[in-house]
């Protein structure tokens, strides 16, 4: 299966590690993720006043390119866009309901946009974890040769991937499908119950004091319920949990601290990929050491 | 009893302004609070969710002097929660707009250490700039 | 025939008067015909000021035919060193368009204004300090993060460039796709100029370039054989010989090198 693939910026960086895991467990899954041929930054935030419509610009763009993909069959009549950062999906998703609900705005938008070609409305946008479910947590459970035994994993969504509830690939309050993909990984799944508190997002460049302050709660609360690691998907939410534990530490000194993966990694563990595909050298705490006293890496580094 | 409140003319322009910016009819708040016990940014605030949205109702300005709305992670906590279907992510967006649109930033980027620049993924910076800048 | 007011004052005539002479003065210089000789005017608007012009000028010698004398502003006349920036608007359309007043032919009803210079932040860096990675862009330059993808760069640019796409190569750590897009850019600045959220699209461009060729792209085999080769001392005694010819023999070795065919 061919599907249109949006990466965004960070992914081709800080959070490489994040694409490249998701890219060898989607093939290995039979799911061929086709980069967008061109595409820009989607702006990171969905623009919330009502009468602003240039900062709609970019993600409709975007979606413009996969019409493109589909016209010059690099996908067949597929027009799903598929994203892994779960800041970029809210916001291209956002857009598009947008313009759909909006045909003036999208007209407007079209008009503006005079070089492209018009954007129909007819693309949807979708989590990767969305695809994974609708392939079936079976098939991922058919796919591990790694099974996480006993690794105690608590999964984090943040905001992006539940909020607001037209966008969110779950229930809001109730949210499953990460931990349904951990327990298919063979993991112990932790509750936590700040699972779904913001990580203060973007406030780490105004106050990054504020932010420390709420990954604190969010991972010693993951840490009292048990949790040895965290699961999430979104590269600011990795930033503000995993390399904000710096600022954690310095002003918590009994703070012990807890590998942050996105839950790609995981997969790609779990599925036994080559060791090449984890990147955990972008990982700010280093998961290598509780991975190797469960026996988890360090094993076979086959296939 | 009923009390009627009057709003002066200055009052209701800027109660306009923000309910046009927002798109939110902001007097159908009935200050349940429900969006200050959600908060995740609350115990960082000088006034809560609930108290700006009664600002706003009143079109008290003052509000704009407030440190919440730059507080606002746009997390939409709030936004799921509130029983009147109101959206206060994008009162606060509109609230910050009137400051950036008149070319004020919230933020100087420039003043981050180099340690920071060094660290910061684009995805903050990015959101981070689009939110406090105009 | 020149010099039509297009609003009238009269209280201006002394400097009128002097705009005229210089014109005149200048006339044949610019055109290289006599204006009986000229077969097509048109009348294009310089700051707001009619003036007739032969049409076949380009932007440039039609406004040093009107009278205008370009002490900056005004480099290589061959559209590679970006100095002559024009900004122009024709009767009737809402296009703001863009030039370089060396290489564009006046049209008729022409509204333009030069743009000699685009004040943009230009910090001095060590390369050597760096690292090669993206943040080191947004170091410098923070309003990268701005970028709405509105594309409005791209429309400005006298290049032909995919800028947009270039910023966001920069935005994405794609120094190689930076580098390349770029490399044609001739620093006019009417894309600066231009950009709603004020990002300095071709200094970014150099800085990615420089880090680009520091970092990056391969070094050249042939280069490196050949400094190695003059070092040395291959050359050494040839060189000694030539310095001691006389001009003529000079020339007539030049004449008679060897070399690739046209
Ligand atoms: S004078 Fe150099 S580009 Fe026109």
Redesign the interface.
Known sequence: MKVSYYPG?TL??KARNFETSALAVAEKLGIELIELS????C?TVFSLTDDDL??H??PI?NLIRVQEMNKNGLVENDHRLVTLCSMCYNTLKRANIRVKEKPDDLKKIND??Y?EEDYKGNVEVIHFLELIKDIGFEKIKENVTNPFKGLKIAPYYGCMLLRPKEVGIDDPEEPVIQEELIFALGAEVIDNPYKKVCCGSYQTIRDKQVVSNLAYDILTHAQNAGAEAISLSCPLCAFNLDSRQKEIKEKHSDFTRIPVFYFTQLMAIGFGLNEDYYGFDLNYVNPEPLLKEKNLIGRNNAK | MIKKLKLSDKNVDFLKKIEELSGEVITRCDQCGICSASCPMVSEMDITPSQLMRMVQLGESEVMESKAMWLCASCFTCTVRCPRGLDLSKVAEALRQVELRQAIDHID??KLS?DE????P?IA??S???KF?G | MPNKEETSSDKKLDSKEIMDRIAEASRQVVSGVEDEEVENWVTIYIMGRAYEVPADLTILTAMEYAGYKFVRGVGCRQGFCGACSTVYRKKGEYKLQTGMACQTRVEDEMYLVQIPFVPAEKPSYDLTEH?Y???VL??YY??L???????TCT?ACPQDLEV??YV?AA????FKGLAEESFDCIQCGLCAIRC?SEIVQYNIAQLGRRLYGRYDSPEPEHLKKRLEEIEEGKFDKEMKEITKLSREELERMYAERKREED
């Open positions: 910026c081709k960086t061109r595409w820009n930054c702006g240039i900062h610009v970019a763009r503006f946009m070089l | 980027v420039k180099k620049m060094k660290r910061l684009q910076l990015i981070g700039m689009r800048t | 690292e990675d993206v943040n947004f170091e923070p309003e993060a701005r970028c709405v993808s509105c594309n429309k947009m796409d966001q935005i994405k750590g794609d709603p």
